[in-house]
Every structure is written in structure tokens, then in C-alpha cells.
Nanobody, 117 residues
Framework: QVQLVESGGGLVQPGGSLRLSCAAS????????MGWYRQAPGKQRESVAT???????NYADSVKGRFTISRDNAKNTVNLQMNSLKPEDTAVYYC???????????WGQGTQVTVSS
């Protein structure tokens, strides 16, 4: 398994930006998919953005054009740049790592993002 630690959350006004970082306890170069998920109060956890080993990315429709996920295998980090934030982006954001061989499915502890004026 791999331990994941998120950072970078906080309170930001609508239209503002935040950059979340996820630091892994070991190399992520061999991990198939790294991703960011979020869970708002009373809602299910949802995928925000994912990036695979080849650098291919996927985004939720609600964040396309505003969020950018990046992966730095040399630093064992995955970042989420969030621009033009909206109140509906308020949630706890979680980092996730998943691989098939060997089997890995790890979650970070989450970081709170609050978008409010």
C-alpha cells in the first residue's frame, strides 16, 4: 500500500483559486491511476479528476476547464489546481491511488475546501 497526505485546502472566495497537493509515502511511478475525489455534506463521494501512468486525464463535467490535475513521479506528488472556484465546489477533497498489480487502493485523510464570501 501507499500512504497519502493531502494539503492545500482552506477558505477561498468565489472566483478564487487553490492548489491541492497529495504526497505519497513511496514512488507513484508504477501506480496505475492517481485521482482526486470530493465529498460534500450529505452527498456521496464523487470523482473530480484522475490521471493515469501515461498522463491521460479525466475530469468531472462540473470542473472541466477550471481544474487541472498533474502528476510528478519524481516528487511522488499529485496536484490539483483549482481555478474559478464556486460555492458548489465546497467539500472535503481526497487523494486516491489505485493499481491492479500489485493490488493497491489507498485514500488520504482529506482536506477541506470551502468556497464562500
Amino acid at each position: 500500500q501507499v500512504q497519502l497526505v493531502e494539503s492545500g485546502g482552506g477558505l477561498v472566495q468565489p472566483g478564487g483559486s487553490l492548489r491541492l497537493s497529495c504526497a505519497a509515502s513511496r514512488s507513484i511511478a508504477s501506480i496505475d491511476v492517481m485521482g482526486w475525489y470530493r465529498q460534500a455534506p450529505g452527498k456521496q463521494r464523487e470523482s473530480v479528476a484522475t490521471i493515469n501512468r501515461g498522463g491521460n486525464t479525466n475530469y468531472a463535467d462540473s470542473v472541466k476547464g477550471r481544474f487541472t490535475i498533474s502528476r510528478d513521479n519524481a516528487k511522488n506528488t499529485v496536484n490539483l489546481q483549482m481555478n474559478s472556484l464556486k460555492p458548489e465546489d465546497t467539500a472535503v477533497y481526497y487523494c486516491h491511488a489505485v493499481s491492479l498489480f500489485p493490488t493497491i487502493s489507498s485514500w488520504g485523510q482529506g482536506t477541506q475546501v470551502t468556497v464562500s464570501s
